[in-house]
């Protein structure tokens, strides 16, 4: 029966997509109508209302396992932990279309209650264009996703989450990312609202920040927990593969981390209108093509677990209409768009304006490394693009970047002189220039990038708290700090990546029960293996006895786990976290002759990593509330003033 | 400035980042590209020395030989039409067996030995590389 509701719910949303679109264009032409422009408000908000509830039907068919549904016959199984089994309910395809779905209904119910500082046909126009993206994706639900689907006979039992899932990190993994993507689609729809009624200018770009900020703190959440997942639950050591599906995350947030700069031009200075618009569309499509790759199949790699080529075509129609239609309102429109105030070449606008440059050729880099194996299978050639191609081209422009944001907020808006600038930076540039000297002394073979990376990271540590040189702390801005922090996070998540990959030491042996090997500072004895048995797993479990130098020893269990619905073998590395860095423990086969593989790694200063990214995501919740608190008590006193 | 003299240079400068991203993807992709071999494609030709390949087929039967260090394999990969030895130092994955797909990532050596960095096995029942199963599709030679 829920199965059926849900069903029924998604049809009525999609009714209701329909409705919130074509009222939309007719309250905008028939401008003697206001009766239908008021009409897509409340549509909006119920639209929003049914896809929430019939997602809710979904968790709740999890909950109870309901096998005669298909989707949880596939995906679930009756002793799945409780988290796993809701969590289940979007840790599959057709589950997390209809989450995607959700947010992006979710988010148009949002601006339809709260939004009220663009102009009344602007919103309405953004509002159509949402529930035109929504309407887009009810179709694909329905005809070629349908998460409701009954299975008739109902087996005994579902088959089972894919154990590498079945993790309290990524139980929350794609929700936080479909939040960034669907904040996105917010941000595109606000530009598309925009350009329709012609109407790009700071009072939609503020409009449209809250969303933009929201969405990248999300995707930076998200990408910092996929690295940490993959750090420690695939058991390879390395926290970025360049993974398409890494890339998927990666690439809207490149192109968010632009939009949230020049958004900011546009609200505050007037100026980057179109550019504004036009980052607007791409960030959109960049989280269009990670949708695209993750749930299309098309890719080769630990995440594509099922080829389904219709589906793939779907998305990829539906992507070219939204991405191509975006593109051509643009070209139409981009001539009614009036010139934003001007500036010099030496001023904040110009350091955004270089932000976003370097950005757009990270992105292109990104991108064609991403797309290119796929485009040559296509013409029968098989590729696999990996970081020898990633690190040393996106690399090298993402140090010039951060040069760049050392200084960016030491400049004044308009027009600033260059040895003012110089002389602002002067501390942050020394200890750049001090520490490239040292570090290649003390570490002569170091490699460059991370040489370069490690005083990069030092001048913008530096540079970034500059800010707030000889300010009363607690009267700057929140959104002030929130940048700072934001900064800070790049500079020590840059410093934990260049340490890690410079200083770590790796260690790959075969040792008996008993035997001690070394690596980096710690010595680590193989105390015992023995089997330990998990609520849905079994696995055998090594102890190992772990000091450094003369310390306090302390114990490690690797384990390598056995599930059995699905059948799948997992590596459960051990991880133990000191100040300045992780020990990392693999436990791998035994020989014929009864020893053990261990493989060890010490990272130094790896956590900083995944610091800096929370320190980003930080960052930006910081200057998301500093900026709707100000604008409420904006709004408040022009009140009090009228 | 002019306002349209400045929309001008701001168009050219983003025209200019993305030729520029182009171009950088083009030289890295020419240097860095990591084609998928089967020892067919290899064996009695130029061996792409010095490069980060792919090499996939199915361990043959009964050549997985260990050392005495308890860490490096040596196996043999065949399709079919020719066969590649492989030496691996590292944690093989599970599903790693005679007789079972594998892909390798590594590089050559002038011998023509394959050493291997990386293994691949066929992930679970319901993954499998698609680049292996398209090879195994056109030498006709192997199922799985």
Not at chain 1, 117 to 146: C, E, H, K, P
Not at chain 1, 223 to 251: C, H, K, Q, R
Request: glycine share 10%; proline share 5%; with cysteine.
């Amino acid at each position: 029966m829920i199965a059926e509701l849900g069903l029924g719910l998604l049809w009525l949303a999609a009714g209701l997509a329909i409705i919130q679109s074509v009222l939309g264009m007719f309250g905008l032409w028939q401008t003697n109508r206001p009766d239908l422009g008021n009409a897509v408000r409340p549509v909006a908000v119920a639209q929003a209302v049914l896809i929430g509830m019939a997602f809710c039907c979904l968790i709740y068919l999890f909950i109870v396992s309901d096998m005669s549904v298909k989707l949880v016959a596939a995906n679930s199984h009756s002793d799945k932990p409780m988290l796993y089994k809701v969590s289940g309910a979007w840790g599959n395809h057709e589950g997390s279309m209809l989450l995607w779905v959700a947010v992006l209904a979710m988010a148009g119910g949002g601006i339809a209650l709260a939004e009220r500082r663009v102009r009344r046909d602007t919103l309405i126009a953004t509002l159509m264009a949402q529930g035109l993206l929504a309407l887009g994706f009810y179709a694909f639900l329905l005809f070629s996703s349908n998460p409701f689907e009954r299975l008739n006979p109902a087996p005994q039992d579902g088959q089972g989450l894919n154990p590498l899932l079945q993790d309290p990190g990524l139980a929350f993994h794609p929700p936080t990312l479909y939040f960034g993507y669907v904040g996105m689609s917010v941000a595109f729809s606000f530009a598309v609202g925009a350009l329709i009624t012609r109407d790009v200018g700071p009072a939609f770009a503020r409009a449209m920040r809250p969303w933009v900020l929201g969405a990248w703190v999300m995707l930076t959440l998200g990408i910092t927990a996929g690295s940490y997942w993959a750090y420690y639950e695939l058991g390879w050591g390395g926290w970025w593969f360049w993974d398409p599906v890494e890339n998927a995350s990666l690439m809207p947030w490149l192109a968010a981390t632009a939009l949230l700069h020049s958004v900011t031009v546009l609200a505050t200075r007037d100026a980057l209108r179109a550019w504004t618009v036009m980052l607007s569309v791409v960030a959109f499509s960049m989280s269009m093509v990670g949708t695209f790759l993750v749930r299309s199949g098309v890719l080769t790699s630990v995440h594509a677990f099922a080829v389904d080529p219709q589906r793939g075509t779907f998305l990829l129609a539906l992507m070219l209409i939204y991405i191509g239609g975006a593109l051509a309102l643009f070209a139409l429109r981009v001539g009614t768009v009036r010139e934003g105030a001007v500036f010099e070449p030496v001023s904040r606008e110009a350091a955004l304006v270089l932000n976003n440059l370097f950005l757009t050729v990270i992105l292109g880099v990104v991108l064609i490394g991403t797309l290119y194996p796929i485009v040559a299978q296509g013409f029968g050639q098989q590729v696999s693009i990996g970081p020898p191609y990633f690190n040393p081209a996106a690399g090298s422009v993402a140090l010039m970047l951060v040069v760049v944001m050392a200084a960016g907020p030491l400049m004044r808006w308009r027009s600033d002189s260059a040895s003012k600038v110089l002389r602002r930076l002067a501390i942050p540039v020394a200890i750049g220039i001090v520490s490239l000297l040292v570090v290649r002394l003390l570490a002569p073979d170091m490699g460059v990038l991370p040489w370069l990376g490690l005083s990069t990271a030092l001048l913008a540590g530096t540079g970034s708290i500059a800010p707030l040189w000889k300010r009363n702390l607690l009267q700057t801005p929140l959104f002030t700090w929130g940048m700072v922090v934001a900064h800070l996070g790049i500079a020590v998540a840059l410093a934990g990546m260049a340490v890690d990959s410079a200083f770590y030491k790796e260690r790959l042996v075969a040792v008996s029960e008993g035997e001690t090997t070394e690596v980096g500072p710690f010595s680590v004895k193989l105390v015992s293996v023995e089997p330990v048995i998990g609520p849905n797993w079994t696995a055998i479990e090594a102890t190992m006895e772990a000091r450094r130098g003369d310390g306090r020893p302390f114990t490690l269990h690797p384990q390598a786990r056995n599930y059995s619905t699905p059948p799948t073998d997992t590596s459960e590395a051990a991880i133990t976290t000191h100040l300045d860095g992780q020990l990392y423990a693999v436990l791998g086969k035994q020989g014929k002759d009864g020893r053990w593989q261990l493989r060890l790694w010490w990272k130094p200063l790896v956590t900083f990593i995944w610091l800096g990214g929370f320190m980003i995501a930080l960052g930006g919740l910081l200057a998301l509330v500093g900026r709707v608190w100000r604008e409420r008590r904006g709004a408040r006193s022009a009140e009090l003033a009228a | 400035m002019k306002a349209k003299k400045q929309r001008l240079i701001l168009a050219l400068l983003g025209l200019g980042a993305v030729i520029g991203a182009g171009l950088l993807a083009a030289s890295g992709l020419k240097q860095e590209a990591s084609f998928f071999y089967a020892p067919g494609d290899v064996v009695g030709s130029d061996l792409p020395l010095g490069k980060a390949v792919r090499l996939g087929g199915m361990v043959a039967d009964k050549s997985i030989r260990h050392d005495p260090d308890g860490v490096t394999i040596h196996f043999i990969v065949e399709d079919g039409k020719a066969a590649v030895p492989v030496i691996f130092k590292g944690i093989a994955p599970d599903l790693f067996k005679e007789k079972s797909g594998v892909v390798a990532e590594g590089e050559f050596r002038a011998d023509g030995a394959f050493i291997a960095s990386n293994l691949l096995a066929k992930h679970d029942e319901r993954y499998m590389p698609p680049e292996l199963e398209g090879k195994m599709h056109k030498t006709g030679s192997l199922t799985s």
